[in-house]
């Protein structure tokens, strides 16, 4: 049995990328202002970045699971460790260091914000061009269920 696509609402596209970016952008002025050593600053912008592509990389090792795209084991695997290993280390981070606790919640809700969305917008991304493939004739803003 083929699975059933259904293209995201631009609604939900567009929320998405607000999302990603609110996070990041929140979380990088954050980072910017922010009245630590650069060394510092440097370490929590890695763990954003690592955290946003270990993220996207395991969404799209699930998703390829689930269209029968092989994925082996020990990447799978791998894509599973990296989102926690970026979480512990911004949780360790953000325990140890001296802001208040107001602005590490201020950190660490940008951070899960800007992982949800950068999921989300790979997720519909990836909708979007099965769409497409299966459905080459339709044009771009039409939804597969609106054929005349």
Known sequence: ??????????AFIAASWVA???GALTYVVGLWNAAMLLNEKGYYFTILMYGLFSAVSLQKSVRDKL??????GIYFGLCWLSVGISLLLLGVGL??????NSEKGFYAMGFL?????????QKNIRDLAVIRRLHPDQ???????QQS
Not at 1 to 10: G, L
Not at 67 to 72: H, Q
Not at 113 to 121: D, K, N, Q, R
């Open 67 to 72: 269209e029968g795209i092989p994925v082996t």
């Open 139 to 145: 044009a771009e803003y039409e939804l597969p269920d």
């Open 95 to 100: 325990w140890n260091a001296s802001l208040s």
């Open 20 to 22: 990603m970016f609110v």
């Open 1 to 10: 049995m083929k699975p059933h696509y259904q293209a995201p609402t631009a």
């Open 113 to 121: 914000l800007s992982l949800f969305g950068a999921v989300a917008v």
